[in-house]
């Protein structure tokens, strides 16, 4: 399915009961529904439980469209997407899985329309990130030296997969390293109830304990032996969701 978020074509999908409650997925950078939501069995998980997906491929990823100029990315924009989703859909407030940028987009979210997301899992998000090492990613994705790890790993990453745009990624990128940091006063601001999921060896979500101290409502889940590629299947993430979904 697809609709129009300021004249770009975002594509998403919709799974599980049609009465159940909504949850939106967002996935990570250089990903997208498919791999990082139905692969994993996220897809699976939630709708056995009886809620109704609603997945977004962001845009530069995926099926959707695909812009070369940073400045489509930006925080703001991307999670304006999240809202517009919600209207197409006539939802007006749903429950909110994120994972690395995902995550992000939904913290933005969180601050930006707080009324519409009812509670909200990030996984892979700290204080800090990939985009601190935007613009060494960026020129990886260009075909530029990786000369770091974080630029390697993506560069390989999104390069794998033939549906990825590398230019569209790189400006994805650049578009997401120039919004602005975030605010501990907005952080202290939230009253929605947050779960942060990050992997005990995730070198990339870095201060996940100092951002879940800087929100109020929010809780950490360590998940054990994981890194930051490898603790999107985990079943103790996803327990961990699922049970603080359920919470009233």
């Not at 979210?109 to 990613?137: H, Q, T, W, Y």
């Amino acid at each position: 399915m697809e609709l129009k978020s300021d004249g770009v074509r975002l594509h998403y999908e919709l799974h599980g009961p049609d009465a159940g409650p909504p949850v939106v997925l967002v996935h990570g950078f250089a990903s997208d529904y498919q791999l990082n939501w139905l692969g994993t069995r996220w897809q699976e998980t939630l709708t056995n439980a009886g809620y109704r997906v609603v997945g977004l491929e962001c845009r530069g990823h995926g099926a959707s469209d695909k812009p070369h100029d940073p400045a489509a990315y930006s925080l703001a924009v991307m999670a304006a997407d999240v809202g517009r989703l919600l209207d197409e859909l006539h939802i007006a407030a749903a429950r909110y899985i994120g994972y690395s940028m995902g995550a992000r987009i939904g913290l933005q979210s969180v601050i930006d329309f707080p009324e519409r997301i009812l509670k909200a899992v990030f996984g892979g998000l700290g204080m800090s990130g990939a985009v601190e090492e935007a613009e060494s990613i960026a020129r990886a994705l260009r075909g530029g030296e990786a000369d770091s790890p974080s630029a390697l790993s993506f560069q390989r990453f999104a390069s794998a997969r033939p549906v990825n745009d590398l230019e569209a990624l790189a400006a994805c990128m650049e578009g997401l390293a120039r919004s602005p940091r975030l605010d501990p006063a907005r952080l202290a601001a939230i009253r929605t109830p947050i779960l942060l999921a990050v992997g005990d060896r995730d070198v990339i979500a870095r201060d996940a304990t100092r951002l879940a101290s800087q929100i109020p409502p929010a809780r950490l889940v360590m998940i054990p032996g994981r890194d930051h590629m490898g603790a999107v299947p985990a079943r103790q993430f996803k327990e961990a969701a699922l049970e603080f979904l359920a919470e009233s």
